[in-house]
């Protein structure tokens, strides 16, 4: 594979790996993804020509390594080993995404290693996360690889380790969408043997009352134009008060798939779930450099329920003991349908 290094303003880098039929570009910044190309399709929402400019500004986590807690904490409020703490309320009342001063928001030291016997490349990225600096408990060493292999499979691996108990619930927020032409996702269809969507309350936080997708849809591929029309109460009301999807899902083993009419998109993670958001408020970032519209992409954030701390106290995912290795991993692999794509 060819690799190539991109020095832009401001200490950002993006580096450029590339083979026959595909190119993905990753960057230093908040550890993202910023393309992938398979052929002359770009699959994921970014922007590599201007990365210095865009992704400081851009409010929605585009293809960034989120943490140390991916999802919402209600209020911003949390109590772990008999102390409370208050973090950055910084979405209306609630906390999000780690806060403002939260890993998409960090340029991380990073390391390329070329593997050529498994034809792989992989990126390194480490960070400090101090507590200081966002206000959990607990400094926390993490380190995320990015390896990208020659059967288009892009794996993303957490590596932490903190020095007090903290939460700790990574996950990456990259968009995707198939389509060649870029026109909404709502031709997308999403898969998987069990499809369990929970839905919100007013205040955007998980109801632990999970909606059988595939029960009430009577399929276990569905695409999200006819999700978004359905006529059941429940599922209607859900879409139309976030303008499309911005939900936990659970799916059977962690394994998924997000298809169109020429590629599919294999997801397989640990994590215990799954949020997808289909970039419903695209129009809330008044920027010369938003090109986007509502469902422009759909996100695959594997990570633990959001608010699971609140929901299930200490045996919540995201509840990480001192001194203890914490590890997870999530892939993302592309097939073609055909080979003239
Ligand atoms: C996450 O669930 C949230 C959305 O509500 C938010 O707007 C987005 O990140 C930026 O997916």
Redesign the pocket.
């Known amino acids: 594979m060819n690799i190539n290094i991109e020095q832009q303003s401001n200490g950002i880098e993006l580096i450029k790996i590339e083979n026959r039929e595909s190119k993905i570009v990753f960057m230093n910044y908040g550890a993202r993804i910023v393309s992938w190309r398979i052929g002359d399709n770009n699959i994921v929402l970014g922007n590599e020509v201007e990365a210095d400019e865009f992704y400081p500004h851009n ?3 585009f293809g960034a390594t989120v943490g140390r807690f991916g ?2 904490i209600a209020r911003g409020q949390f109590e772990l080993n008999g102390q409370s703490y208050q973090l950055v309320q910084n ?1 209306g009342d609630h906390h ?2 780690g806060g403002l001063q939260g890993l998409s928001d960090r340029l991380f030291d990073y390391e390329v290693i070329e593997n050529e016997a498994e034809d792989n490349v992989q990126v390194h990225f480490s960070t400090i996360v101090k507590q200081d600096e966002d206000h959990y408990p607990g400094n926390i060493k993490v380190k995320v690889v990015f390896t990208y292999d020659a059967s288009k499979t892009w794996t993303v691996e957490y590596f932490a380790e903190s020095d007090a108990d903290t939460l700790f619930n990574p996950m990456n ?1 990259v968009y995707f969408n198939l389509n060649r032409d870029n026109k909404v996702v709502d031709n997308h269809v999403i898969a998987s043997e069990k499809l369990q969507m929970f839905p919100l309350d007013a205040s ?1 936080m998980p109801v632990l009352e999970p909606i059988d997708l595939a029960a009430t849809m009577g399929r276990h591929d569905i695409d999200l134009a006819t999700l978004f029309k359905t006529e059941d109460a429940r599922i209607h009301q859900q879409v139309t008060m ?1 303008g499309g999807l ?1 939900h936990p899902f659970e799916v059977k083993d962690g394994e998924m798939t997000i298809s169109n009419r020429d590629l599919i998109l294999h997801v397989k993670t640990d994590a215990p779930q799954i ?1 997808m ?1 289909t970039l ?2 695209s129009e809330a970032w008044k920027s010369r450099m938003n090109i986007f519209k509502p469902h422009s992409g759909i ?1 695959v ?1 594997t990570q633990s329920m ?1 608010n699971d701390i609140n929901l299930f106290g200490a045996s919540a995912h995201s509840v990480l003991k001192a001194d203890t290795p914490f590890y997870s991993k999530t892939s993302y692999q592309v097939e073609l349908k055909s080979k003239d794509v």
Do not use: M, Q, S
Request: hydrophobic fraction near 15%; glycine fraction near 10%; aromatic fraction near 16%.
């Open positions: 409010p929605f986590y999802g919402r979405d999000l995404h927020h955007g976030r911005d949020v958001y419903n408020d996100t954030e959001p």
